[in-house]
Structures are given as C-alpha cells and as structure tokens.
C-alpha cells in the first residue's frame, strides 16, 4: 500500500510539474504560430457561456438609467441641469473634462475656447450637488515595472472647476489577468472586461471605482455590505446590455429611445432624443443616472470606451466589443443594489482540489491497469473524456444556479494530462526497472562465475 501511495504522488507531481512547464513555454512564445488560437481560447471561460446562453434576461433595473453623453461641453452641462431638475440621487458622468497632456492652450485643448460652456458645465455640477466625475489610477514607468495593475502612486482629475464640485471616483475598469498582465493600454486595444476593482489605496487615501461611489450615494447600507466582502477584485455579474444596433429608424417608426437584444439592463436614452425631450422625466427622480459615451448615436461600431465582456454573443474568438464603459458601470450598481454577487473559490482550494482529484485518479489508473490490462488504453481515456465533462459540467451548473464561480481550471487541467503523464511514468518506471534487472543479473553471473 505504501509503495502504491509514493507512485500516486510522484505520478501527481509529475502531472503538476508538467502543466508548469507548459505554461512556461506558452509564455516565452516557442509556439507563436498558434498563438491567436491559444488567445482566443484563454479569453473563454465556462461562465462565460452561462452568462451569454443559459441565464435567463433578467428586467431591467428601473432604478438605473443612462444617457448618452452629449458631444460637447454645452450640452453636456445642459443634460446635467435638465436631469438634476427631476432629483435623481446621483448622476455620474464618465467622461474627463480636462487638457490630454496637460496643455492648457487653445490649440492644444481647444475645449477651452467655449469658456461659456466650461462655466455652464462647473454651475450645474455645482448646482446639482450630486454629480461623480471620474478620475483616473497612474502608474509611474518604474511602478509599473515592478507592480503592474496592483499598485497606484497618482490619480488624474478633470479640471479644478468641475471637480471641486463633484465626487470624484476612478473608473479603471481591469482588462488583464489578475497579475495585470495582457492589460490594454489605449483605447483601440482590444479590452475585455470580466471584473472590477472596489476600492484601492493610493498614497495612503482610499479611492473609490466609479460605479460603487455611485452605489454609495445611492444606498449607503447595501454598498457597504459589498465592501465588507473585503475582495481585492470582484468578479461582475452582469445583468444586461443596451441595444448595440441601430434604432434611430425604430425610434422613428416606433416612437421608442430604448431597446435591447436582450431585456434591458435598464433604460437609455440617446442624446438627440433626450435633447428634443423625447423621454419620461419620472424615470430620473430618486434614481442613479449615468451620462456616457454610448457611441455617437445608438449602433455606432465605435470601438472607443468599448469592451468584450461575457454577454459577447461570440464567446469565444470573438470579433466586435459588445459594452461600453457606462454600461459595465450600470451592470456594477446593479450588482450592489441587488446584492447579487459572484461568489469564487480561494486559490488555496483550487490547488487542494485538483491535487486531490489527480491523486485519486492515479490510484484509479494503477487499479484498472491491474485488473483490466487488456482494456486499460481504452477505459483511461474515456474516463478522462467522462471526468472533464462532470468538472465542466458542474462549473456551469454552479454559477448558473448559485452564482458560484468553481474556478477549476487546474482540475481539468490535471484531468487532461493523467493519462499521457502516468503512460510516461510508467515507461520510465519500467525501462529502470528492466535496467536495474539485468545490471542485477549481469552482476550475479559475473560473481557465480568467479565462485566457480
């Protein structure tokens, strides 16, 4: 028994040491030919699937409306006096209102020459009383280096004569793995969007995201409940899109400035109608309204401020963004306001687990080889075909039913490579066993012989 258990761990570390070397390869590039499949497929996840196939489409979210953003700072501060007439509990506004580079001339900015508008937009931002701007986490060069994505040493503001009237929250949405890397760095990278930062320290002061300073004003007790979940990064469930083709000829035909694919996250109104009044001034009272860019008018292919996320109708090797940035904000406030989260396993778990299964399984391996020698090739894949499918199975059962994300990744993985890995195991184990045999037997005729 003991002999059969130290086969068992050493089959399950070779198996583990085997799937660290085939990350190590993947990432130095040897294989750079395939690397479009391997990126597309590393962006798929089973939950995604969940969140695109199988979960029903919940209502929308009344309490929720977005706005596109007009395209200048005029009208922009028109919206926000309209809006802030019907009461809302707050209106965020994801947009930066200051000079790129921090050029602070004419040519270089050329918002500053309508200095009418800058001061229309600073008076109803003070007006309003309720207004979040967004702000932005930097990194210098040499931080990031060394702390990529985890670790901020700066924020970027807009303009004193908007912020100072406003709440201010950044709105750095994370578009990498955990560790920040594959992160987009413009806007026209591709940026697929899976989870949120709730708050971060930055020079000793936290900082609040964008979209949970909104939750915040909005319901404060609801908001800390999330924040008392102490994640460092939440995984987004998200409820919904706005409608991402074009219905300025439905609104026409239809009278309509709101539709969806789906049943809408919540209500959104396009700029030229809500310019023209063409809305329900019921809809803002005591609600949270977002004015964004949701491109230059609803179905616009623009790429700008836009995201892959799970609700892609392509969930893998996908081609078109799906969200803009408001719209992953929206899907935020919903998730606190409905304290509908995402649960995860620690990664702790994730090791133990799959450890344990793979071990298991190689007792497994040991005992069919022995009792079913003839069939043993043929019964070890199609109980790592059978296994995989149950893992998977239960991932997407788990998440679609409790919103539990069984991140088991490192399980299938191991799943995947028991059967290669014990057949080489086993190869070796008995090359060294014939090899030591006939050094044992060569040894025993060579002292017979000298006995004789």
């Keep these: ?66 706005v596109n953003i007009g395209p200048t700072r005029r009208e922009i501060a028109q919206q926000v006096q309209i809006i802030s007439q019907y009461k809302p509990k707050v209106i965020g506004i994801d947009g930066f209102f200051n000079c790129e580079g921090g050029y602070y001339d004419t040519i270089s900015c050329p918002q500053l020459l309508d200095t009418l508008g800058n001061l229309m937009l600073s008076n109803a931002i003070q007006q309003a009383g309720n207004v979040v701007l967004v702000s932005r986490l930097l990194q210098t060069d040499s931080l990031f280096k060394t702390h990529p994505g985890h670790v901020f040493d700066s924020m970027e503001y807009s303009d004193p004569i908007f912020k100072d009237y406003a709440y201010n929250a950044y709105a750095n949405l994370p578009t990498g793995d955990k560790d920040g890397n594959g992160a987009a760095t413009y806007q026209e990278d591709v940026k697929i969007c899976k989870s949120i930062v709730p708050r971060i320290d930055v020079n000793g002061r936290e900082e609040l995201a964008f979209a949970v300073k909104m939750a915040q004003l909005y319901d404060s007790v609801k908001t800390q409940k999330f924040l008392a979940r102490n994640n460092y990064e939440e995984v987004i469930n998200f409820r919904g899109n706005i409608n991402i083709s074009d219905v300025r000829v439905k609104h026409l035909r239809e009278n309509m400035t709101s539709v969806s694919d789906y049943n809408a996250l919540c209500y959104a109104i396009d700029w030229i109608p809500f310019s023209r009044g063409e809305y329900d001034p019921s809809m803002f009272e005591n609600n949270v309204v977002i004015i964004g860019y949701l491109g230059d008018y609803f179905g616009d292919s623009a790429w700008e401020d836009k995201f892959f996320t799970p609700l892609n109708t392509k969930v893998a090797g996908r081609a078109n963004p799906d969200m803009f940035g408001p719209v992953i904000h929206a899907n935020v406030v919903a998730m606190i306001l409905n304290e509908d989260y995402v649960n995860e396993i620690p990664e702790w778990l994730q090791i133990a687990i799959a450890l344990v299964i793979c071990f298991l399984n190689v007792l497994l391996f040991y ?63 008995n090359t060294l066993i014939e090899s030591l045999t006939r050094r044992a037997r060569k040894v025993l005729t060579t002292q017979t012989v000298e006995n004789t």
């Design 1 to 66: 028994m003991k002999k059969l258990i130290f086969k068992g761990v050493a089959v399950t570390a070779f198996v583990f040491l085997s799937m660290w070397g085939f990350k190590g390869i993947t990432e130095i590039n040897l294989f750079s030919a395939f690397d479009p499949i391997s990126q597309a497929l590393s962006e798929f996840e089973l939950t995604d699937y969940v969140f695109s196939k199988l979960r029903p489409d919940p209502m929308p979210d009344s309490r929720i409306v977005l």
């Design 367 to 429: 005992w069919m080889e022995k009792t079913f020698p003839l069939l043993y090739d043929g019964l070890s894949v199609i109980v790592q075909l059978i296994e995989i499918i149950i893992v998977s199975a239960l991932v997407v059962y788990f998440f679609a039913t409790f919103n539990y994300k069984l991140e088991l990744s490192l399980t299938i993985g191991a799943l995947a490579l028991i059967g290669p890995c014990f057949d080489i195991y086993k190869g070796v184990e």
